[in-house]
């Protein structure tokens, strides 16, 4: 499948309205071509996994940003099923703690971020200090900042400051796949409605997820402001249709596929040495009684 109609190209302006479909579903007519590509994307992410964690060089950290039942969750358990546990962290960033007020914005992400050979996933990043705290500016008056930037001269040094942290990470072996789930405001309403009419879902649902609904045009504002000035070079945005999670599941899967296929990763390779050890430790346990 074809990646580039997800991709933000860097230093342009986008319209989530206007240039991305929530309800797009490539070539695919039937939902079960979709799952039977996604369970063989499956395997191939599991193979992939392995081989990085072996390898030990390089880390890839997952980004997952959306509105309320866009699916986060969900793709989630299903993309990353048959991947090794050993290999794999989940962050689910929540409202800030006290201890999260007394540092920085990104400290919280940084102590989470994935060690080399390891896939971390953040449901939730340092990029809802750009989304909810911009939708919400009183959250600022409690970050115990040493000054208070006029305006929004904040947003623009805090995509700055991001651009530069993600670049660093690159940088050091740390691969930043960043991924927003398009859901769409009817779409929403739905998955909403049967959260409540479904008592196994009423854990889903809080009273708080509607009224940042009624905040949606301005949810979209700050997400494309996001876009337009964070999806770079080192760290490009992908904006994934949501409407249909079995076609969210596949692309986001491919998408990780292809970046780690592209490091073309190899098993460690061994020295003589080491391989004359092997034999030596073949033949003793292969002369055992």
């Known amino acids: ?93 929540k409202a800030p703690s006290d201890e999260d007020l007394d540092h920085d914005y990104l400290w919280r992400s940084t102590k989470a971020l994935p060690e080399r050979g390891r896939i971390g996933i953040f449901n939730r990043s340092y990029y809802e200090e750009l989304l909810v705290v911009r939708v919400h500016p009183e959250i600022l008056e409690k970050q115990q900042l040493h000054y208070f930037p006029q305006e929004n001269k904040i947003w623009q040094q805090r995509f700055e400051e991001i651009n530069n942290f993600e670049k660093y990470l690159v940088t050091n072996g740390i691969l930043v796949l960043k ?75 491919e998408i990780i596929c292809k970046k780690l296929q592209d490091l073309n990763l190899q098993y460690p390779t061994i020295s003589e040495e080491h391989k004359e050890k092997l034999l030596q430790a073949k033949k003793m346990l292969e002369s055992e009684d």
């Open 179 to 253: 991924f927003f789930l398009n859901v769409s405001k009817q779409e929403q309403k739905k998955r909403f409605l049967d959260r409540i009419e479904t008592p196994e879902k009423h854990w889903k649902f809080s009273d708080s997820d509607v009224r940042e609904r009624g905040f949606w045009d301005d949810y979209m504002t700050a997400y494309e402001q996001v876009f337009n000035h964070t999806s770079t070079e080192a760290a490009p945005w992908y904006i994934i249709p949501a409407d249909h999670k079995w076609f969210t599941r596949l692309v986001v899967s």
């Open 1 to 93: 499948m074809n990646h580039d109609p997800f991709i933000v190209p860097p230093n342009s302006l986008i319209s989530l309205k206007n240039d991305y479909d929530p309800s797009y579903i490539a070539e695919f007519h039937e939902k079960k071509d979709a799952k039977k590509k996604l369970e063989a994307g499956i395997k191939e992410l599991a193979n992939y996994q392995n081989i990085l964690y072996a390898q030990n060089t390089y880390a890839l950290l997952i980004i997952f940003q959306a509105m309320d039942a866009a699916g986060k969750d969900s793709t989630i358990k299903h993309v990353m099923s048959g991947v090794n546990p050993q290999g794999c962290q989940v962050f689910s960033f």
